[in-house]
């Protein structure tokens, strides 16, 4: 779905639709387990230079793997949404440009409007957590035997590694 700017001067645009596994092109390593259902509705602000506010609501499960021992895990994603977009400015050269704190909320678009699929995408990436694990309690791989901890005790010691003399240690094994 497309919301154009010429038709969001006329009115408001309301949307109730869902998205099939697949429709929605996610980063690698990302599944869509669930049909990603949203409604809610599109918008140009009066007075501003064409902001589209797109606000509503989205539920869908994403899967990905554990960061931790490499599993698939579950992320479901049940959550309300406000976004706001503004036509993308062409700078001239390469200036940089100071923004506000507000601005810092405001994603750009180019062209004759934004497309839904796009709206989604970005904020099904942004709810997803930075670390991705399976349940608070795992336990993560061996880093020595590379075993799954939550399924074997292997007994595998790791001692960390001080880096902080390994310069000096070069500089002894090279004088012997």
């Known amino acids: 779905m497309f919301f154009s700017v010429k038709e969001l001067e006329v009115k408001k645009v309301r949307f109730d639709t869902a998205f099939r596994p ?3 092109q996610f980063d690698p390593g990302l599944t869509q387990v669930t049909p990603l259902e949203t409604q ?14 797109v606000k509503g609501h989205l539920k869908v499960v994403i899967q990905a793997e554990c960061d931790r021992c490499l599993e698939p895990a579950r992320f479901p994603i049940d959550s309300d949404f406000d976004l706001f977009y503004r036509p993308e400015r062409e700078s001239e050269g390469n200036e940089e440009v100071e923004i506000d704190a507000g601005e810092s909320e405001i994603a750009f678009y180019e062209g004759e409007g934004i497309e839904l699929k796009d709206v989604l995408r970005e904020f099904v990436l942004l709810s ?21 901890r939550d399924l074997v005790n292997c007994g595998c010691e790791t001692k ?17």
């Open 22 to 24: 697949g429709e929605i």
């Open 40 to 53: 809610g509705t599109a918008e140009l602000l009066a007075n501003t230079l064409g902001e589209i506010r």
């Open 128 to 148: 997803l957590p930075m670390q991705r694990i399976c349940r608070e309690e795992c336990r993560g791989i061996c880093p020595v035997c590379g075993q799954r």
């Open 160 to 176: 960390p590694v001080d880096d902080r003399w390994s310069a000096l240690k070069k500089l002894q094994e090279k004088g012997t």
